[in-house]
């Protein structure tokens, strides 16, 4: 509450190591099951799951989160549209993802591609890798912050987000070596 009261700025999720306690506005958790939480709880449907803009989102948060191409986007969610209906179902999705979150801001669209506000929006993914890249810098608690944020592959149990297989067994990869580390095995 004092966060949002002041408008305190929020942690680089990439270097902060605290930056995971903080009470982010959107938290995205890809590395295992897809999960979303806002405000500090998770998002439960009632109904009919949004599947599109989930599948928007998450794989905005697969393909960096940072200057990713609308094109790409619709593509991969949408490949079996040509490209001007791709690109409408995306405005489409990505309407009803801003209202989902219920910050449009969290999005930020320009010149053709598409960010995640990272003052907003909290991903584990992102998390993951700045502590793996912290963590080959010898940080030994950043050995243990990855592990403890690696709950499983990425984006488990989504059998149709094809979009996601090479970023999976990237990310798989970059586990294995950061498990070695720690002298652990990899989670399924």
Request: hydrophobic share 45%; with cysteine; proline share 5%.
């Amino acid at each position: 509450r004092l966060v949002r009261l002041y408008g305190l700025p929020s942690p680089d999720a990439g270097t902060d190591l605290g930056a995971d306690a903080w009470p982010w506005q959107v938290r995205v958790r890809v590395l295992g099951r897809f999960a979303l939480e806002l405000d500090g709880e998770p998002v439960v449907f009632k109904g009919k799951v949004p599947r599109k803009p989930l599948a928007l989102l998450g794989a905005l948060v697969c393909f960096g989160g940072r200057d990713v191409p609308l094109a790409r986007l619709a593509d991969a969610l949408w490949p079996d549209q040509d490209g001007d209906d791709a690109l409408r179902a995306l405005n489409t999705a990505l309407f009803r993802l801003r209202a989902l979150l219920g910050r449009g801001d969290a999005l930020v669209v320009a010149d053709g591609r598409i960010s995640i506000d990272r003052t907003l929006m909290w991903t584990d993914l992102h998390a993951f890798e700045a502590a793996c890249a912290a963590a080959d810098r010898g940080d030994v608690s950043a050995l243990h912050r990855a592990q403890a944020l690696y709950r499983g592959a990425l984006l488990d149990g989504e059998d149709d987000a094809v979009w996601a297989i090479d970023a999976r067994e990237r990310l798989h990869r970059r586990s294995q070596r950061v498990f070695a580390l720690v002298g652990t095995s990899v989670p399924n």
